[in-house]
Every structure is written in structure tokens, then in C-alpha cells.
């Protein structure tokens, strides 16, 4: 007989999933966390959950359906996703967020919003953001029956001579099990990971940072490797843009900077959604753009306006404002220039160019809109007072990653022939295929590991021969 019936490795929002299941099934449950607490990066999290179909939209009198966010997730993907997989997900993702409020998470109506591009809002913040989540998924793991084991980072499965997995090794001891699941998160805080299976991330070299768990060293697929699983959806992740002025979350600009690339051009809506952002920016010369502005705009700095309260709540930084900015200028990362010409030498931008973008722009303002991209004209500001000033923005900062173990709709891992590898499950961002190329919008990652969390926890327990 097993040491367990079921070991969870990994305790932030698909791990504490997966503990309560498969204790609610009634198996044995270990759950091993190498931080001090459960939480991981699903603690430190935004907290918006993405759902269609839910109690909380029907409260603002919201009709939405499964196969709509179905339709959003493949088309915005390309359809380069694992279709039975995205399609769980959305099959799931509104009864596991009406689960979380049973279990006490509170997902206020007024706050939702459109965290994406999608038509109708499906990004559910939590109203004490991922903290709550983690609260909650934390205070129900200590009532019900699992063996919650802190500061352990687990390195070693126990794989036998036919390739199941039968259990974990900590130092010298081996702990037997009939089911380990593997929610080690992601790898964002592991260079070595990011060079091999993130391109994008590690190209911005010395610019690059992590804004996730400490812990998120990529374990899970080290672990996977150890059974055979097989790894998908190479360079996939989120990275947020970043002026670089400190390590501290900045995704949200305020409509009044002009984004121009190296030829001199505008190429973007300034306040196109983050899902999309880094990707656009990455894709000019260069892998980076400058943020343009004047003085006048700089003597009246004020960030986006549509998060205030997350500026206030100090969830995201405050960039744009007067007094950071100057004190940037003392840095370099803002440079001055008393004419375009001197701007476009500071930055490398085409010369000659930027005086045509420029009398556009200001042009749009005075007839009022933005003819390339249809920018909000009331966040729009002329360029037109010197002195002239820009910031080199980056898509720089790690918010998630998306390679990982490739895994079937029962979250059973999987290796490179196909194959089921028995005895192994896999959920949250230690998976790979879920998430595509494009983030769909808040609340995606949050969704994937709650759904697929619980989903691991109840097979395990299957696996176990434990149900209901
Ligand atoms: C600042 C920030 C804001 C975000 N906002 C949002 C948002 O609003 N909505 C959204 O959908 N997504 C958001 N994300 C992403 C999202 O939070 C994560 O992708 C998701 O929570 C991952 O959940 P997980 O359970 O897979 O991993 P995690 O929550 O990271 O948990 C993994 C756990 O495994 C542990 N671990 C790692 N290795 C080992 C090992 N070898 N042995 C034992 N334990 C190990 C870690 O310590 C950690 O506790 C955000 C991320 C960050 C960093």
C-alpha cells in the first residue's frame, strides 16, 4: 500500500485546487511546498479570473455562453492551441469560479470588466485580488484532510521500471503514491528556462525580470522530463512592457505618451490592451519603442485614469507622473531634446521623420480623433511644447510562462510518443498548450489553474481507486 493516495507538489492556486479535490474524494493527501507558504504566484496575482456564462455577469444583466468564449479563445489563438483542452477550460471556467465563491472568494459584479478584447466583460477581478484567492484556497486545504508540508522543494520523482510514476524522493526517503500531481508553476524565475523555452523573454538580457514566486524555477518540467513527458508550446508566455524605471508592475499607460518605433512611426493604439502590447512592440525594429511626449504633458503627468484604483491600492506603479519623471531624467532612462531632430538623434530614430508623425498627431487632436488607430481623443495631448522628451519602452517583464508539460483533458501527462505516463498529472502554469501564443485576456492563467487544478485532484483520486 502507498504512502499516499495522492501527492500534490506545489502549492499555489492549481496545487491547493488539486489538495482539495482529491481530498474531498476521499484520499490520502500530501501537499509539498518549497516556500514557507502555500500561495505561489497565484497569491501574488492580479486575481482576475476569466469566465463566460457566470453568476457574477448575469448580476449586470450579462448574457454570454461557452461557445463564445470558445470561439474568442481559438480565433485570438490562431487555433494553435490544444482544442480539447481550451474547450475544458471554457466548459469549466464559470463553474469553478461559482466554486470559489462557495468557498468564500468575493467577485464584486461592479468590478467586472473587458480584460481582454472580447465584446462582452469576462475578466473577474477578486475583490482582495490573488491574495483572496489564495486565502481562501489556503483556510479550505487546512479543513479537510492533507498533510501541508512547507520549505521542501521537491527534485525527484519515483519512476518504476515500466515508466509509472509511483511516488517522490526527498534526500534518501522515498514517500510512496499512487497519483503525483505536479503544480510547480511556472519558470519565470529560472534564466537558464527563459533562454531555453522563452527566446522573447531572454533576448531583453539585463532588461528582463520576473515579477512571479521566487520558487517558479521551472521544477515541474524537470520533474515531467524524469517520467518522459513531453514539453509544448515553445516561446509562449506574457510579458508586460516596462520603462524600466524600477522593478515594479507597469502595464497600463496613459493615452497622452505616442508610441513611435526606429523608422519614426506610429505603429500601435497607445492603450491597446496588455494581451497584445508586448507582441506589438517586440515586432518593431529594434525588439523596443520610444514613448513620446512634451512638456507640457510632463508638468501635468497623470497615469491611466480607467485603473486608479489599482494605482491607489499600489498594485501598479506610478510611472507617469511629474515627479517620477524627472527624477528619471537625472537617471537617463528619460532623454530631453530641445527640437525633433535632436529627439530622433538621442533615440536612433529615422532623422526627418518624426516632424511628419508628430504635426499628425497634433493634427487629429485639433480635428478630433486619432485617424491611424482611433486612440480615445480625451487622452490624447499635442506634442508640440519643447522641450521634447522619450523613453525607450520594453517588453520586458515575466509575467507568466507558457511552455510546459503536455497534458490531456484528464490532466494526465503525457510523453513524446503520446502516451499517457500513468500515475502523473499536471495543472497550472506547469502545462503547456493551454495558453497560446496570445493571452486572451486577465484572468486566463488564473482560470487554467483552478479548472485544471481541480481536475488533477479528482483524477488523481481516481487513479487512486478513491471517488466520491
Ligand atoms: C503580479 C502578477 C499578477 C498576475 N495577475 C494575474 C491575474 O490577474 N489573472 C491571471 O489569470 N493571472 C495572473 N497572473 C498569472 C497567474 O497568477 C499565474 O500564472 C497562476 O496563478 C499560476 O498558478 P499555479 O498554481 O500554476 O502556480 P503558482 O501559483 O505559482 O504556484 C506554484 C507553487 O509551486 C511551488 N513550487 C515550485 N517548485 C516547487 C518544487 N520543486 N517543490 C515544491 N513546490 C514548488 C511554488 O513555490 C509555488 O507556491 C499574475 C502573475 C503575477 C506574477
Not at 214 to 230: P, T
Not at 358 to 381: C, P, Q, V, W
Request: glycine share 12%; net charge negative; aromatic share 8%.
Amino acid at each position: 500500500m502507498a504512502d499516499y493516495d495522492v501527492i500534490v507538489v506545489g502549492g499555489g492556486g492549481a496545487g491547493m485546487a488539486a489538495a482539495i479535490e482529491a481530498a474531498d474524494a476521499h484520499a490520502t493527501v500530501a501537499l509539498i511546498e518549497a516556500d514557507e507558504k502555500l500561495g505561489g504566484s497565484t497569491a501574488l496575482s492580479g486575481g482576475v479570473y476569466y469566465a463566460a456564462g457566470t453568476s457574477v455577469q448575469e448580476a449586470r444583466g450579462i448574457t454570454d455562453s461557452v461557445d463564445a468564449m470558445f470561439e474568442y479563445y481559438m480565433t485570438l489563438n490562431q487555433y494553435r492551441v490544444d482544442a480539447s483542452l481550451a474547450r475544458t477550460l471554457c466548459e469549466n471556467a464559470a463553474k469553478d469560479l461559482e466554486w470559489l465563491i462557495e468557498l468564500g472568494a468575493n467577485f464584486p459584479p461592479s468590478e467586472l470588466y473587458s480584460s481582454g478584447v472580447e465584446s462582452v466583460p469576462r475578466g473577474h477581478p477578486a475583490a482582495g485580488r490573488g491574495a483572496e484567492i489564495a486565502e481562501v484556497l489556503d483556510r479550505t486545504v487546512s479543513k479537510r484532510n492533507v498533510d501541508v508540508v512547507l520549505n521542501s522543494r521537491l527534485t525527484d520523482l519515483v519512476v518504476d521500471t515500466a515508466g509509472a510514476v509511483r511516488g517522490i524522493k526527498t534526500g534518501d526517503a522515498v514517500i510512496t503514491a499512487n497519483a503525483v500531481v505536479l503544480a510547480t508553476g511556472g519558470f519565470g524565475a529560472n534564466p537558464y528556462f527563459l533562454n531555453k523555452y522563452y527566446p522573447d523573454a531572454a533576448s531583453q538580457a539585463e532588461k528582463v525580470w520576473y515579477i512571479g514566486n521566487e520558487h517558479c524555477l521551472g521544477d515541474g518540467l524537470v520533474l515531467g522530463e524524469q517520467a518522459g513527458a513531453d514539453i509544448v508550446g515553445f516561446n509562449r508566455g506574457l510579458l508586460l512592457t516596462t520603462p524600466n524605471f524600477k522593478k515594479e508592475l507597469e502595464v497600463f499607460v496613459p493615452g497622452w505618451l505616442v508610441y513611435i518605433n526606429r523608422e519614426g512611426r506610429r505603429f500601435v493604439n497607445e492603450m491597446a490592451e496588455y494581451a497584445v502590447m508586448s507582441g506589438v512592440i517586440a515586432a518593431q525594429t529594434g525588439g523596443s519603442c520610444f514613448a513620446v511626449f512634451d512638456d507640457e504633458a510632463r508638468k501635468t503627468a497623470k497615469p491611466n485614469k480607467q485603473y486608479e484604483d489599482a494605482f491607489a491600492a499600489g498594485i501598479i506603479s506610478l510611472n507617469w507622473v511629474t515627479d517620477e519623471i524627472d527624477s528619471q531624467l537625472k537617471t537617463g532612462k528619460v532623454l530631453q531634446a530641445d527640437s525633433f531632430a535632436e529627439l530622433e538623434e538621442k533615440c536612433g530614430i529615422r532623422p526627418g521623420s518624426l516632424n511628419a508623425t508628430l504635426t499628425r498627431y497634433n493634427a487629429d487632436i485639433e480635428e478630433g480623433g486619432d485617424s491611424m488607430f482611433f486612440k480615445s481623443h480625451e487622452e490624447m495631448k499635442p506634442v508640440s511644447t519643447p522641450p521634447y522628451y522619450a523613453v525607450e519602452i520594453f517588453p520586458a517583464i515575466v509575467c507568466l510562462t507558457s511552455t510546459g508539460l503536455r497534458i490531456n483533458k484528464r490532466t494526465q501527462v503525457l510523453d513524446t510518443r503520446g502516451q499517457v505516463i500513468e500515475g502523473l498529472y499536471a495543472a497550472g502554469e506547469t502545462t503547456g498548450d493551454v495558453l497560446g501564443e496570445r493571452y486572451i485576456g486577465g484572468g486566463n492563467s488564473i482560470a487554467n489553474a483552478i479548472v485544471f487544478g481541480r481536475i488533477a485532484g479528482q483524477q488523481a483520486a481516481l487513479q487512486a481507486g478513491r471517488n466520491e
